[in-house]
């Protein structure tokens, strides 16, 4: 692979595009961000027609692949009939009812475009049905990059202040956060306790740290800080952003069998197009008439909503989840058998098609791994596999054994070229 199209592309983008790139946790992809031309399955085509297997999937929406026909034949149906209105329309209440239909508990839904927005209006619910202000997140985990939550999202932000993550935030937007430590059961005890005192109103929370080390909860956690939210009236709110819809049908609620009263869902939800929700309590998303604001020009808007109903019912098919597992439990194998092969490089950590490696004796970080890792992901770029800087792997239904065994032989390779590995 050359990339040289991609090199000459990133050049002549930053000189329009601010950046070169329109999301800034993309400009950390090595040697260069890539330049797709054409994207189908598990695959996509760079601007020289090379070929490559695809890992990012669009850093999460794409559980089912790229372009996948049901969901771009519900797409372009609608888009025959109407693209945003602004009023009521049946798919407004289609795809919210098959989304409840997949999530534990759900009772309620409102939908919002992106899942920084969504998170926003879910601690506006919470806020208000508590009236409380504070809230808890933990350390090193993402929420959006809004200056509410885009805080203490570093590997040494571990202090029960928050740090704020960007230059420009005002550190009022973010007074309000507590900053709890993942996994720790004693300290969310003594933190939840005093909840009344402290005026929390919610623990947010991403229930595997999906962009920090993919980690599956402590036995325990998540049924503590559900026991703790109901005894001292504090709303849990899932981020499920990352894991809906991929590391179960009803994402880490099922999965771990925890329910919360809010969930956030987002990326995988419309199937690679732009729609989140808030799915939850009915009494708390209720507020809605009762003086909570909510709003969005595209929200629920007709292409999306169509997105999201053929993408729930993708989900629905009883064996979409055995196949990401399958998959995915492949790609532990075989890519895990190369890399320990390969001595003391990292490990591969996994929680259903979502996997992560983790280089020894270093943290993963939100903008990239660094280090071997980017090295590794610069040699794969090289020989046709695209990696996330940050170590991140999304599987899809569309990625075969075929393209699996592929990418465990191009990773020994890799390794076999890396000097910090021999
Ligand atoms: C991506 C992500 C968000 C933000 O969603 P956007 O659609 O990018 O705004 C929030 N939480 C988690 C866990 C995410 O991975």
Redesign the pocket.
């Given at each position: 692979m050359a990339i040289e199209s991609s090199r000459a592309a990133f050049e002549r983008t930053r000189n329009s595009l601010a950046g070169g790139v329109s999301?800034g946790l993309r400009a950390s992809m090595r040697p260069t961000p890539l330049f797709v031309d054409r994207a189908h399955g598990a695959h996509v085509w760079d601007l020289d027609g090379d070929r490559y297997v695809d890992y990012v999937m669009a850093?999460?929406p794409l559980v089912h692949g790229h372009s996948h026909p049901h969901v771009l034949e519900s797409v372009q149906r609608v888009m025959a009939d109407m693209q945003v209105v602004g009023m009521g329309h049946p798919l407004e209440y289609r795809a919210a009812e098959a989304v409840l239909e997949s999530v534990p508990g759900a009772q309620r839904l409102v939908w919002a475009n992106?899942?920084?927005?969504a998170?926003q209006v879910a601690l506006r619910f919470a806020r208000a049905a508590t009236g409380r202000n504070r809230v808890v997140k933990f350390a090193k985990?993402?929420?959006?990059?809004h200056d509410s939550v885009y805080a203490s999202v570093g590997d040494d932000d571990t202090a029960e202040t928050p740090v704020g993550g960007s230059r420009g935030q005002s550190p009022n937007a973010y007074a309000d956060l507590i900053v709890g430590r993942f996994n720790d059961i004693d300290a969310a005890t003594a933190l939840l306790e005093r909840a009344e005192e402290r005026d929390i109103a919610a623990v947010l929370i991403?229930p595997i740290m999906?962009?920090a080390g993919v980690t599956d909860p402590a036995p325990g956690f998540l049924e503590t800080l559900r026991t703790l939210c109901d005894e001292h009236g504090v709303v849990l709110i899932f981020?499920e952003?990352?894991t809906g819809f991929r590391i179960a049908r009803g994402g880490a609620a099922e999965r771990f069998g925890v329910t919360p009263d809010l969930s956030?869902f987002?990326?995988a939800i419309a199937g690679g197009f732009t729609q989140?929700a808030v799915v939850g309590r009915a009494d708390i998303l209720d507020l809605v008439t009762d003086g909570v604001m909510h709003a969005g020009t595209f929200n629920g808007n007709p292409v999306a909503l169509a997105a999201v109903t053929a993408s729930m019912e993708l989900c629905a098919a009883p064996e979409v989840y055995s196949i990401l597992e399958d998959r995915s439990a492949l790609f532990e194998a075989e890519v895990g058998a190369v890399l320990s092969d390969a001595g003391s490089v990292g490990d591969l950590r996994r929680v259903g098609s979502l996997l992560q490696f983790v280089p020894h004796g270093r943290g993963t970080s939100l903008h990239g791994t660094g280090g071997t890792w980017s090295e590794i992901a610069g040699a794969m770029l090289e020989s046709g596999v695209v990696f996330m800087p940050s170590g991140k792997i999304f599987l899809s239904t569309a990625h075969t054994a075929e393209d699996i065994r592929l990418t465990a032989e191009r990773f020994g390779e890799a390794l076999r070229r890396l000097p910090a590995a021999t």
């Open positions: 999301s850093w999460g992106t899942g920084t927005e998170v985990a993402y929420h959006g990059w991403d999906s962009n981020d952003v990352i956030v987002g990326k989140s």
